[in-house]
């Protein structure tokens, strides 16, 4: 147990390859050609191979779960059919994504490639399911006519066997893969061939997959995202700076990349409607980023229904020396607007 709780922040503190890695990268980063420049956050923090395993072995246990459900919600309403691939996917990836949380699995590619996976894998496993289920309603609909005809002797026992290895003819898991997912469409298995034509069942099946490989990879993929420490691999943690009138969020965020900190700061007024710029400062909660750390800027607009929605312009990696013009001038602006 207390291997499995090693986060993986901690092993780069023994003496041996891992520090080399983010130091390197760290003096990188102070090369003289973008020294006192914000640049975009990149994922740096060492993972352990145990955390991926270990976010690899949980997701393959949602995704059974999520397959198994699915295969049960098809069983109850028809109609929600269309709705099970986007819904594996947001099972796949929710869960994923607090699992990454817990690991500090702050990379985001890895995620993303076993989110993928595990939605393939719950989807294979509704498929599997549902076919069981459909073989044993085909066998009943045989055994409670066999009894009936048995008793009459109509047929002897050998020729009722035979006559239930006919009626089961074709009734493989490979071919029921091939027609569920258009490849034949001879509606073989559900009486009717697909409505839209083999190419449509084709276009739909390969549609289903991509959208719940793209929800459960959007979902994980944001979570290992988030900025982590570079030194410790704790995640990043949030505070407010303030906010400002919108319109500027880009150009603070071109000026910061400029090396101009004094020139960002100058952008910022108070906030004069429900539309205005967020700041916040992420930092590692081991002391780690000093001063400074990840900039988020995000903008707070008025979507087309007239909702307010919140958009992330850009993680930013700053020195305190770049983000204190800024938040003293949030500072400012917050005492004006009070
Ligand atoms: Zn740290």
């Not at 699915?70 to 869960?95: D, K, T």
């Not at 006919?166 to 559900?190: K, N, V």
Request: hydrophobic share 50%.
């Amino acid at each position: 147990m207390n291997d499995e709780q090693r986060s993986p922040g901690e092993s780069i503190d023994e003496p041996g390859a891992s520090s080399s890695s983010w130091r390197g990268r760290r003096a990188a980063r102070g090369a003289p050609d973008t020294a006192g420049r914000a640049r975009p956050y990149r994922p740096a923090a060492v993972v352990a191979r145990r955390a991926i395993a270990s976010a690899a072995a949980w997701a393959a246990l949602g995704a059974l779960w999520a397959g198994a459900l699915a295969h049960a919600a098809s069983r109850l309403f028809a109609p929600v059919e269309l709705l099970l691939p986007p819904a594996i996917g947001a099972v796949v990836g929710g869960s994923l994504a607090l699992v990454i949380r817990r690991l500090r699995l702050s990379r985001p590619r890895p995620a993303i490639a076993i989110a993928s996976a595990a939605a393939v894998l719950a989807l294979a496993l509704q498929l599997v399911l549902d076919f069981r289920t459909l073989r044993a309603e085909r066998e009943a609909r045989f055994d409670r006519g066999r009894a009936v005809r048995e008793a009459a002797g109509v047929a002897t026992r050998q020729e009722l066997a035979e006559y239930r290895a006919a009626w089961m003819e074709g009734w493989t898991l490979w071919r029921y893969t091939r027609a569920r997912i258009g490849f034949d469409d001879t509606g073989a298995f559900t009486g009717t061939p697909p409505v839209l034509g083999r190419r449509g069942a084709l276009v739909m099946s390969a549609f289903e997959l991509l959208l719940a490989i793209a929800i459960a990879a959007a979902w994980a993929g944001r979570a290992a995202g988030e900025p982590a420490c570079a030194a410790c691999g704790a995640w990043r943690e949030r505070r407010a700076l303030g906010s400002a009138a919108h319109g500027v969020a880009r150009e603070v965020v071109a000026r910061l990349r400029g090396g101009d900190a004094a020139g960002a700061a100058a952008l910022v007024r108070p906030p004069d409607t429900h539309e205005a710029v967020m700041f916040w400062l992420l930092s590692c909660p081991a002391g780690h980023d000093g001063d400074g750390g990840v900039l988020r800027v995000s903008e707070v607009f008025w979507t087309r229904r007239r909702r307010l929605a919140l958009q992330r312009i850009a993680d930013l990696e700053v020195d305190g020396a770049a983000v204190e013009p800024l938040a003293a001038e949030l500072r400012a602006a917050e005492e004006a607007e009070e």
